[in-house]
């Protein structure tokens, strides 16, 4: 896939400039480089807490997106022991990077399974035809039944098969002593996230593993560690699900274009610069909460609840979107933003989504029937060019669930957040979404009008 390659060599002279701009400026000063660590460990943590409970994993994002649930209760102690535990490992494959050394092996791996999952415990699982099940999870061993996903056509995927896992484990950890150190970190890194990830070797816990060892390699090729941004995690499903046609170079891009926020802060803190970015106080106040109390069971959806959360998560979001978005409007000629929902039958096609959750217009039992919000954004006629002029939009949707909402985007701005309803959205997550969906549609502009525009 020639295009692949090309932008993934594009990608990679981007990251060794970025790189050989960090080199010149170190030695790094000892408290600039403890800050540093400080604020990749509080993003590491923060948003491997956010993406899927306590972090994303393949097969939980697939199920999640494929049968529209999590796959386990949110905020159990479970979870919150598992948060903490998860910080362990960082610390722990970080030790391990620091001793050139040291060989990566088996039992390490096991090792970091058995550390995250903290201690046995039953999970709902299928079995390979496809029916639910419960599985008792094991620590630091590798499965003794297979794993599957069902895919959206409806098939049955399967990981290695138990009885190949050891083999395949084997000739993982040979090709990483033997070949490791021949690709571009970048690409080694990545290969080794994706190869562990297809081989499944756990009843859990695969997924966060799989982001420890990439994380190990580039530590141990002294670059710094990239952050799966939880805003970002269906550009993450996108770039691994291409990898599984045979696409590897667009995950090895993912990897390196993640990498390049991290050199860009690492660059700052060698300066002396601040590298404390916009909603950081709120992510480390979210943390220590996790980190000290289990938080109450989520909560269904009731009428005060669903009123509650339009106010104080929905409604800022869509408010400071729409003024954002404002710095689109002067490229194109006109601007739409139409409103819409679904369910709510005893609804008046003249109401609007506002008026919708007024519970002093409305009476509660019309709160409920509500299923999905919508925003959608048209920009009509491109005014810098006048020979192949187009169109931009996007949609933004709320999905109200009986225990959960979501808040998801087209597949090509990549935002997909669930959160149960007694958790609203912090500031930091909204401008992390608004970041996001800004960046995307000015990239999709840019490419536009220089693909319509020879000159």
């Given at each position: 896939m020639p295009a692949s390659k090309d932008k993934l060599e594009t990608t990679l002279h981007q990251v060794d400039l970025k790189t050989a701009e960090l080199a010149d400026l170190k030695p790094i000063k000892p408290e600039d480089s403890e800050r540093l660590w400080k604020k990749f460990r509080l993003e590491w943590n923060y948003n491997s807490n956010h993406i899927e409970g306590n972090t994303l994993t393949y097969s939980e994002t697939e199920l999640l997106l494929i049968f529209d649930q999590t796959p386990a209760e949110p905020?159990?102690?479970?979870?919150?022991?598992?948060?903490?535990?998860?910080?362990?490992?960082?610390?722990?494959?970080?030790?391990?990077?620091?001793?050139?050394?040291?060989?990566?092996?088996?039992?390490?791996?096991?090792?970091?399974?058995?550390?995250?999952?903290?201690?046995p415990f039953w999970k709902e699982a299928v079995t390979p035809d496809g029916q639910s099940t419960r599985r008792l999870i094991s620590v630091g061993e590798y499965k003794k039944q297979p794993n599957s996903v069902r895919l959206p056509n409806g098939e049955m995927f399967h990981y290695t098969a138990p009885e190949e896992v050891k083999r395949e484990m084997g000739e993982l950890i040979d090709w990483y002593r033997t070949e490791g150190g021949k690709d571009h970190p970048v690409v080694t890194a990545a290969l080794l996230h994706y190869r562990f990830v297809r081989v499944h070797p756990f009843d859990d816990g695969n997924g966060r593993i799989s982001r420890l060892l990439l994380n190990y390699h580039l530590l141990r090729n002294e670059l710094p560690p990239i952050v799966i941004k939880s805003a970002d995690k269906q550009n993450y499903l996108f770039a691994l699900q291409r990898a599984d046609v045979g696409d590897l170079d667009a995950f090895?891009?993912?990897?390196?274009?993640?990498?390049?926020?991290?050199?860009?802060?690492?660059?700052?803190?060698?300066?002396g610069e601040s590298v404390e970015e916009v909603g950081d106080w709120e992510k480390e106040v979210e943390l220590i909460l996790k980190n000290n109390q289990l938080q109450e069971a989520s909560m269904p959806k009731i009428p005060e609840i669903i009123i509650k959360i339009y106010y104080d998560s929905i409604k800022p979001f869509i408010g400071k979107l729409k003024l954002k978005l404002l710095k689109i409007d002067p490229l194109f000629h006109y601007k739409e933003i139409i409103e819409d929902y679904k369910g709510g039958q005893n609804f008046s096609p003249k109401d609007d989504v506002q008026l919708l959750f007024d519970a002093t217009e409305l009476g509660h039992a019309n709160i409920?029937?509500?299923?999905?919000?919508?925003?959608?954004?048209?920009?009509?006629?491109?005014k810098f060019n006048n020979t192949n002029s187009f169109d931009l939009n996007f949609k933004i949707t709320i999905s109200l669930k009986p225990f959960n909402y979501r808040i998801f985007s087209n597949d090509f701005i990549g935002i997909d957040i669930e959160k149960p309803y007694n958790m609203q959205l912090a500031i930091s997550e909204i401008n992390d979404m608004i970041d996001i969906i800004g960046r995307v549609l000015a990239s999709n502009i840019q490419k536009r009008s220089e693909s319509s525009n020879p000159n």
């Open positions: 905020h159990t102690l479970r979870e919150l022991e598992e948060m903490k535990a998860h910080d362990v490992a960082v610390a722990l494959i970080r030790q391990w990077a620091a001793d050139p050394e040291r060989e990566l092996s088996e039992a390490d791996i096991r090792s970091l399974n058995e550390t995250i999952l903290v201690r090895c891009t993912y990897v390196a274009e993640q990498l390049h926020w991290s050199l860009e802060l690492s660059i700052k803190a060698a300066k409920l029937d509500i299923d999905e919000l919508s925003w959608q954004f048209f920009w009509k006629g491109y």
